[in-house]
């Protein structure tokens, strides 16, 4: 594992994002993007089979925070592009909210954004169980109260929360935005999702390399071994 930063703004704001290459073309427009608002990015590089997607956030993470200067960390993955959060540093200043969620591939709305969280639980293969445990995101509230972490597309954090809160590296890659949701709700911390911001995701490519380099051997295997940890710290 390596940490690079691509860009140093010299900003109090910076954008975590694992990778297994900086060279790829998604990296390169997300650059792009994260440049325009002059912010800083920290790219943390592993390669497969031992890339775990929440170690690499958490050691990006620890990167940030080394800089007293950086007050606000977004959390990030590689194939996002056309972010649009307008007034979104100043509006996690302003308010009590400790971080800040956007709407994805322009699903407005709380509808929306419920709709969007249902099918990320079907896609990372939810177990039924699972679907009670949905009562403590909140996730329809787009004002202060709704609590999914969505790290994968995007999520803006202060700092300060992350020094106390980071991802359980037992999930590799998947769930782990649902159980720092989980926590960060259980222990009265304040999320909100914007629905008048949006990033646009490009899809699940890093998942589909994982398994090209056999790191895993389908992408259901991944879930049904995240979905198991999940089991054994919160039950059924």
Known sequence: ?????LEKAGGDTAVVVPVDTPERDCVRNLLLEVSRMKWSMVVVVDSYPT????????????????????????????????????GAIEYLDENDSTFVSPCVNGKSG?????????????HNR??????KHLRHMHAMRSIAGGCFANTQPFALFRADTL????????????????????RLHRDGIVGVIRTDWNVKHGGHETIDRMI???????????YERNWEHFHAIYGK
């Open 110 to 122: 709380e509808l929306g954004h419920f709709s969007d969280l249902v099918r990320e639980s079907i």
């Open 163 to 182: 020094r106390t809160y980071n991802f359980d590296e037992g999930f590799d890659m998947g769930v782990e935005d649902f159980e720092l949701g989980m």
């Open 212 to 222: 090209a380099a056999k790191a895993v051997a389908t992408d259901k295997d991944r």
């Open 51 to 86: 890339f775990n997607f929440s170690r690499s956030m958490n050691a990006g993470i620890a990167e940030c925070l080394r800089d007293d200067g950086i007050k606000h960390i977004a959390l990030s993955n590689d194939d996002v592009y056309d972010i649009s959060l307008p």
């Open 126 to 131: 939810a177990p039924l169980w699972f679907w």
């Open 1 to 5: 594992m390596r940490i690079e930063w």
